[in-house]
């Protein structure tokens, strides 16, 4: 196990993830290359009385690390394919993209997400929105099994018949039990899909979203889709951007209605193989310094969207929910029964944030999306609060208590 100081060769490169707005300042990082070396960390750790943090992609956001031990685990990326049973065994430094192509090669695909980049793990624990959402429902759902290393320092296998408990909250519940080492999950029957993007020009966005929000209330659950209003970096014009997955036969039909909505600038839909589904976003590789943020809606006013969305925020986007996940699947996912997703995201600046709260604020007090709670400190501790139902959330701090009495697991998302 390889311990570094502040100081030390290669401290403040191990340190830095995806998002360079979250600066991890811990007094020592573990380059974790094996559950051993996890295990050996998180040893050494309780018993000096230190809270531990965890890094993987460092894509999301969290608690920044001040002091005590971190844990990264991007060298940790080996994944197995298993063809016959439809699964994929991922450890926890796994990107999409190494799940991906492994899986294209015998035409099955994972429940990924918009970008390649970001990692398996805390994507999945967090709920997981990807691109065949409405079709198969959130990636946790097609959860199989875990390994898990807890306060305690021991390795726990945690499937529906070994600790049910903690498989129930770490299907959904993002909050930090401990350090995930390896995940079993489902994969699909699909080597393409009917995927790609619709572009229009920024000055037609209302007319756009309103046809959006008209044309996905009548969609069926084989289409998984989303809106943005996109403003690049650099003073180009705005544009909208219309992202679809439609796993059915019929997709030019579905399509029809929203390539007539409005002057078309680009069209990128047809057959698409799965492993280059990452084209139908195009997120950025990074990393950058990045904020967004997201909330649940019943419904959408598109009109008052647009008309909070201020001129400093990058995306603008609306996700159609529903379908397969608005079915109870025994995990922790919170609010099911949301239909719509709000999130925008932004250059991290003071300027930034106050532009997403105050189009965050345009839906009222509203279910935080938990992959996208953009906030640290008190005010992400006030998210965790409503990013389940009440009942959720006492089930997962009495979880959190049974697995991690003494806290050493801190960081991150708490629950309390």
């Known amino acids: 196990m390889r311990i570094l100081q502040p100081g030390d060769a290669g401290y403040d490169q191990e340190t830095s993830g995806f998002n360079l707005a979250i600066a991890h300042r811990p007094d020592a990082v573990v380059p ?93 624990v967090g709920g997981g929105i990807g691109l065949m959402s409405r079709t198969y429902g959130y990636a946790a759902d097609r959860v199989r099994a875990l390994e898990i290393v807890t306060a305690d320092g021991r390795l726990r296998r945690v499937s529906a018949d070994q600790e049910p408990d903690l498989f129930w909250a770490l299907r959904g519940g993002k909050v930090t039990l401990g350090v995930i080492t390896s995940m079993t ?30 044309w996905t209330r009548g969609l069926t659950e084989e289409t998984t889709t989303s809106v943005a209003l996109l403003r690049p970096p650099g003073g180009a014009p705005p544009l909208v951007a219309l992202r679809v997955v439609h796993t059915g036969a019929d997709g030019d039909r579905v399509v029809a209605p929203m390539r007539a909505a409005a002057p078309v600038l680009a069209d990128a839909l047809g057959d698409m193989p799965y492993r280059d589904t990452h084209l139908v976003y195009n997120d950025p590789e990074g990393p950058v310094p990045s904020w967004g943020r997201g909330i649940l809606l019943d419904d959408v006013d598109t009109d008052a969207v647009l008309g909070a969305a201020g001129e ?73 609060r409503v990013a389940w ?24 998302h708490p629950v309390e």
Do not use: C
């Open 185 to 214: 999950f489902d994969l699909l029957p699909h080597a393409h899909v009917f995927a790609g993007s619709l572009i229009y020009p920024g000055d037609a966005a209302r007319q756009v979203f309103r046809a959006y929000a008209d």
């Open 32 to 124: 974790a290359e094996s559950a051993e070396d996890v295990i050996a960390a998180v040893r050494r750790a309780a018993d000096a009385g230190r809270p531990v943090a965890v890094m993987g992609m460092g894509h999301a956001p969290g608690l920044p690390a001040e002091g005590g031990l971190l844990i990264t685990t991007r060298r940790m990326n080996n994944v197995t394919i298993d063809a016959a049973a439809r699964t994929a065994r991922v450890q926890a430094g796994a990107r999409w993209a190494d799940v991906v192509g492994p899986a294209s090669e015998y035409g099955l695909a994972p429940l990924s997400g918009s970008s390649p980049g970001v990692g398996v793990v805390g994507y999945t």
């Open 389 to 412: 139902q009440p009942e959720t959330v006492r089930r997962l701090a009495e979880i959190r208590r049974a697995y991690d009495p003494r806290g050493v697991f801190r960081f991150g």
């Open 312 to 384: 400093s925020l990058v995306v603008v986007e609306i996700r159609h929910l529903g379908g397969a996940m608005a079915r109870d699947a025994g995990n922790a996912v919170g609010w099911r029964d949301a239909a719509y997703s709000l999130s925008t995201h932004t250059v991290a600046s003071p300027e930034g944030a106050k532009a997403g709260d105050t189009l965050m604020a345009v839906a009222g007090p509203r279910p935080a999306q938990v992959n996208l709670l953009g906030l640290t400190g008190d005010a992400l501790r006030e998210q965790l």
